[in-house]
């Protein structure tokens, strides 16, 4: 398992993800200038996560670089869900944001209704730091949905990773 940045040629699988009916509800898609856009960004990483050298989801960090150390994990999918890959999946990309972006604290938020997104953020080690109650609207739902934001902080992933004692 690695993660790598998207290259052009990833764009369309990005897309196919995006565009599955099972993800469409929860994720937005984004057309190839836009995937150019984040793939060229230094505030940015578009990333593709592989699996025996074949692609096996994508995710996007954004607010690289900003001086509160707070780095948003935007968008992530699998192409394959089930299994525990969600779970590998999500600790790679955490890893990633505090080991290569050097965050501070990582979050990310979730539909309220994509109860199986939240509960894989929650066993990775993110917290629930809030509800926005009927704040993201879905166009391919035709309503506004509830938006969970959770995140976790630098010295949280360090003692789930045994890389720090916890403080006393």
Request: proline share 4%.
């Amino acid at each position: 398992m690695s993660l790598r940045p998207a290259l052009p040629a990833d764009f369309g699988f990005i897309r196919a993800l995006a565009q599955r009916p099972d993800y469409a509800i929860y994720i937005t898609d984004e057309d190839e200038a836009r995937l150019a856009f984040y793939a060229g960004d230094a505030r940015h990483r578009l990333l593709i996560w592989e699996q025996d050298g074949a692609r096996a989801g994508y995710a996007l960090f954004a607010e690289v670089g900003e001086p509160s150390g707070a780095v948003e994990l935007r968008r992530l999918a699998l192409d394959v869900a089930g299994g525990g890959r969600g779970m590998a999946f999500v600790t790679a990309l955490t890893d990633y944001g505090f080991s290569e972006l050097g965050a501070l604290r990582v979050w990310l938020d979730a539909s309220g209704e994509n109860l199986r997104a939240q509960k894989v953020y929650e066993r990775a080690g993110y917290r629930l730091e809030g509800r926005l109650r009927r704040h993201w609207y879905r166009p391919i739902l035709g309503r506004t949905v509830d938006l969970m934001l959770y995140g976790m902080l630098r010295e949280e992933w360090m003692v789930a990773r045994g890389l720090a004692a916890p403080a006393l």
